[in-house]
């Protein structure tokens, strides 16, 4: 199984020297690896520390637009906005999400929230779990999110339950690279659940973009069917 495209990648707009490379090097890798399409998706602005600025979402746009003028690549520009609130919230208004190709929308710690402070039910894990599992579903049916990004790492939920609303929804369950965190009960979840899978590297330089072993290696552990997956070549062995 080949990766035709890899969406989840992260460029020095991600702040504070957490993502390595410039949009321009990413672009030239991917390219160079052999994919037929690539994303680019920074840090929502929410996020304290490794956030892009607001001010820059037109600047990564721009750059990403005139690159793909150049390239080859299917292009996409999306962000990897932040689940801020229990209601669903997402830390881009309207007027930002409509400059994106994709959203992708995960949890990430160090984004300051009410979300944030009210999840951390320490006591009552159950309770904390069904919290965070309507967040997310508040957040499937407020926005048209493209992909769902690492669930289930930094908070718990109901990954069938997700899953079932993201099919619902059309948006993709990513299996990430770096972040995969679902034991057996939870991947017979995801497969009962019928959602459509994407592969992500989540790379944060650019000589991760591609490197999705450990994905890979969760597809064949718990046989999920490539037929599901969007971003692999089945005839490619
Ligand atoms: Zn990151
Ligand atoms: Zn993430």
């Known amino acids: 199984m080949r990766l035709t495209g890899d969406y989840h990648t992260h460029s020095k707009y991600s702040r504070n020297n957490h993502g390595k490379n410039t949009i321009a090097e990413m672009v030239a890798t991917a390219e160079q690896k052999g994919l037929s399409s ?8 929410a996020h304290l520390l490794f956030g892009i600025r607001r001010k820059n979402i037109d600047k990564a746009k721009n750059e990403i637009e005139s690159l793909k003028k150049e390239t ?3 292009l996409f520009f999306g962000i990897e906005a932040n689940l ?3 209601d669903g919230s997402i830390d881009l208004s309207e007027q930002e999400i409509e400059k994106l190709d994709l959203l992708l929308v995960g949890y990430h710690r160090g984004t300051v929230t009410n979300f944030y402070s009210k999840i ?4 009552k894990p159950k309770k904390q779990k069904q919290i965070n599992t309507q967040a997310y579903i508040n957040c499937l049916n407020k926005y048209h999110v493209d992909i769902l990004t690492h669930i289930n790492e930094y908070i718990r939920v109901d990954v069938e339950a997700v899953a079932r609303a993201a099919k619902e929804r059309g948006t993709l369950i990513e299996l990430n690279n770096k972040h995969i965190r679902f034991n057996a009960q939870e991947a017979e979840g995801l497969k009962r659940s019928g959602c459509k899978f994407i592969i992500s590297s989540d790379a944060h330089k650019k000589e991760d973009i591609a490197r999705v072993d450990r994905a890979m290696e969760f597809v064949q552990k718990y046989s ?5 997956i969007v971003n692999i070549d089945k005839l490619y062995k």
């Open 38 to 45: 690539y994303g680019i998706s920074d840090h929502g602005p």
């Open 72 to 74: 080859k690549l299917n």
């Open 84 to 86: 801020i609130k229990k």
């Open 120 to 123: 951390r039910n320490l006591f």
């Open 224 to 228: 999920i069917d490539p037929e599901r």
